[in-house]
């Protein structure tokens, strides 16, 4: 399985809404579950939760470059919905969410004209500076968030709407299999505190480590962000039960709340030690 195979209609709405980007200069960038979805297929593991949904993040330097693209996507085959970032594809009714950010954004924020809606991007241009270049066959390329990439928006989208709990689903579906995705890796750094982990949950703590020296590395450079996400782990570890290890509780993720904020303190010295 591949991630062409599970979702045979994503290449002919990736080349439109890329063919009209390339024309703009516009780097595309796929994120959100489908980006998820994208690693955990080339590694051969079939995503526990399914979206027929697409989101792509656009670099811009402005709002006229956005309207433009969006005028030529709704010339080939698109059209608006309420949302002002959302477009649908009639061929496939594929519902595409356009996230323009870089230049044009304000502070973590982008601002629509239509319908005067403000939308959060933070965290996109740091996760997205060093994008994993995946094939999705041999004559197309897709520029996806990189797995810890995809923890760090998760965890901001969650923290910033925590109605939005699909947010914490993605986070353990990437938790529970990082460890088989990457163990070679694991292997070459080895944590300090390694002789701290289970035999029994030895695949799932090792993977939270390394999500977190992942982590680290990506937000090495930007300061500011990387102490945000280091605000949002700590509060769970801190917390007698905070939202996301209730959440995780409840679901029957794990066993108990203990062990769902061990995992999370793992991340943390992930972090540090990278």
């Known amino acids: 399985m591949n991630f062409k195979e599970l979702t045979p209609w994503f290449k002919e709405v990736f080349n439109l809404v890329d063919d009209s980007c390339k024309k703009l200069n516009a780097p595309l960038y796929l994120i959100g579950a489908q980006a998820r979805h994208f690693h955990l297929a080339e590694q051969g593991i079939k995503p526990g939760r399914g979206t027929g949904d697409i989101d792509f993040a656009i670099m811009l330097p402005d709002m006229d470059f956005y309207e433009e693209l969006l005028h030529s996507l709704l010339k080939n085959g698109f059209r608006k919905v309420t949302e002002p970032y959302r477009i649908i594809y009639n061929a496939t009714n594929t519902v595409v969410d356009l996230l323009p950010f870089g230049e044009v954004e304000e502070k973590g924020t982008v601002k629509f004209t239509d319908r005067k809606t403000e939308l959060s991007v933070v965290g996109l241009k740091e996760v997205l500076n060093e994008p994993s270049q995946m094939k999705l066959d041999e004559e197309t390329t897709v520029q996806v968030t990189p797995l810890e990439g995809i923890i ?76 945000y996400i280091v605000s949002i782990l700590e509060n769970e570890v801190n917390q007698e039960a905070g939202k996301i290890s209730r959440y995780f509780y409840n679901k029957a993720y794990f066993e108990d709340i203990e062990t769902i904020k061990y995992i999370f303190s793992l991340i943390l010295k992930g972090i540090q030690q990278s």
């Not at 750094?189 to 390394?210: N, Q």
């Open 152 to 227: 760090i928006l998760k965890l901001i989208s969650f923290d910033e709407k925590p109605e939005r709990t699909k947010d914490l689903d993605d986070i353990h579906d990437i938790l529970i299999h990082y460890f088989e995705m990457n163990d070679n890796r694991f292997y070459e750094i080895l944590p300090d505190c390694m002789d701290e982990f289970s035999e029994t949950h030895f695949t799932l703590e090792a993977g939270a480590w390394l999500a977190g020296y992942d982590i680290g590395r990506l937000l090495a450079e930007y300061d500011s962000l990387k102490k």
